[in-house]
């Protein structure tokens, strides 16, 4: 018989592994950026000596650079010190500093036969001087008084640099072995008494095959709460969602009741305006329907993944079909062409549709869509795209902003319609994390749509 797995011995090997694993992961992390930021630094002082040089430079009478003022370092002075500046450019010979004595630097910006030249400051390392590696800061300028492509250049040796990388990753090393080790003792200790309350589990066990009980009556272990907590959590969702499945289907029944009372009297009564009342009454059927099935379709597509769809696209396409049903109305389209939702084309279309078609219809022929208005910078930076939708209608008074989102609400009665365009809205939206709200148009004096929606 095989014999069976220590479970302390997995939890040990798991707990070791993910030990090593994230310490490993987080000192290479921190590594990397102790050591950029030491290379940095580096470079930035080279930056501040090339600043002030190019700030001390002069063209003297026979077109050759001086500098009116000396440089502070007094490394520049010694022969051989590691810092090192140089001059170059045109047909002058080069001027080094007092540094590097005989030797000349051998810089990317006059090799490069004047391609070099862009006024940026350009960093990269060197090894022309045997035993001693330079990091060279370079940059190409035109002097006033002179037309000459001078390439000002300071180089220092990265002994110091090295030295300092090598200091924070010995200190990394023996910081997080000290922590690894640790980890791993606390991680024994708490698999040691941790696994300890589970006899009592067993005991409860025997209990409950000896009585014959067909439930554990005594409290358990702490430990075992959590699964507790997660089945009563599954349980408490199945029961939810059936009883959201139970309310929808009530109120499409209820919905759908009256239509088919309507119809069925006129039937019975041999109504003159029968066909009417069975289109009318088969319209608001069908936009009951709809508005189920979006909701279903939304809960059903988000549960599948993300989406991608691009919101200009999208409100391109509606207001080809509304400027079809409008076509004495305007509608125009205007912000980020590249701003993309992570919700479904045809949620989105849903959605538009309904807001645009609500606008072209109760407002005065004008309608004005913005996506990501430029005001908008605190909904851009909380992943939030900001869709606004605007017309010159008489609006929606405050008060009935919010009622005007139930189901079947209406406030323009003389108009055909259902009232369910804004409960579509508000449901879909935010089964995928938006939002929907209505205010005042400062451009138009209508109704103002804020539709918010998660970019993708």
Not at 293 to 322: D, Q, Y
């Amino acid at each position: 018989m095989r014999p069976r797995a220590s479970l302390a011995r997995r939890m040990v090997l798991i707990a070791a592994g993910w030990i090593f694993v994230l310490l490993l992961g987080g000192g290479i992390a921190l590594e990397r950026t102790l050591t950029s930021e030491v290379e940095s630094n580096f470079d930035e002082q080279l930056d501040y000596i090339l600043t002030a040089m190019i700030a001390s430079a002069e063209i003297d009478a026979s077109g050759e650079v001086y500098f009116y003022r000396t440089l502070g370092d007094q490394r520049f002075l010694e022969p051989g010190s590691g810092l090192y500046w140089q001059i170059s450019g045109g047909d002058y010979e080069p001027w080094p500093s007092r540094s590097l004595w005989d030797r000349t630097l051998e810089l990317e910006g006059v090799t490069a036969q004047g391609e070099h030249f862009d006024s940026d400051v350009h960093f990269y390392n060197s090894g022309q001087f045997a035993g001693e590696p330079l990091r060279i800061a370079e940059r190409t300028v035109v002097l006033p008084g002179s037309e000459t492509r001078w390439t000002f250049a300071v180089a220092s040796a990265t002994e110091q640099m090295d030295t300092q990388i090598s200091r924070v990753r010995l200190i990394l090393i023996w910081s997080f072995a000290v922590l690894g080790l640790g980890l791993l003792v606390m991680a024994l200790l708490q698999i040691r008494y941790g696994l300890s309350p589970l006899r009592r589990v067993r005991a409860a066990i025997q209990n409950l095959r000896a009585t014959g009980a067909n439930r554990i009556a005594e409290p358990l272990p702490l430990e075992v709460q959590p699964l507790v907590d997660e089945v009563n959590a599954l349980l408490e969702h199945t029961e939810r969602q059936a009883e959201e499945a139970r309310r929808h289907a009530g109120n499409l029944a209820h919905a759908l009741k009256t239509p088919l009372t309507v119809l069925t009297n006129a039937a019975t009564a041999r109504a003159p305006d029968l066909g009417e009342a069975v289109m009318r009454e088969t319209r608001t059927m069908q936009r009951h329907v709809d508005h189920h099935l979006a909701r279903a379709r939304a809960v059903g597509r988000r549960a599948v993944g993300h989406s991608r769809t691009n919101v200009f696209a999208s409100a391109e396409a509606v207001r080809r079909a509304v400027e079809r049903l409008y076509p004495d109305g305007r509608l125009d389209i205007a912000g980020n062409r590249s701003a993309e939702v992570a919700i479904e084309r045809q949620d989105l279309d849903e959605m538009l549709g309904n807001l645009i078609e609500n606008a072209a219809k109760y407002g005065g022929g004008s309608v004005f869509v913005t996506i990501d208005p430029d005001e908008d910078t605190a909904e851009a930076r909380e992943g939030q795209c900001l869709i606004w939708i605007e017309d010159d209608g008489p609006g929606i008074p405050e008060a009935e902003r919010v009622r005007i989102f139930d189901r079947g609400a209406r406030l323009d009665t003389g108009k055909p319609g259902t009232g369910l365009g804004l409960a579509i809205v508000r449901d879909v939206a935010e089964i995928y994390g938006g939002s929907v709200t209505l205010g005042t148009s400062e451009d138009l004096g209508g109704l103002l749509v804020e539709l918010r929606l998660p970019r993708a």
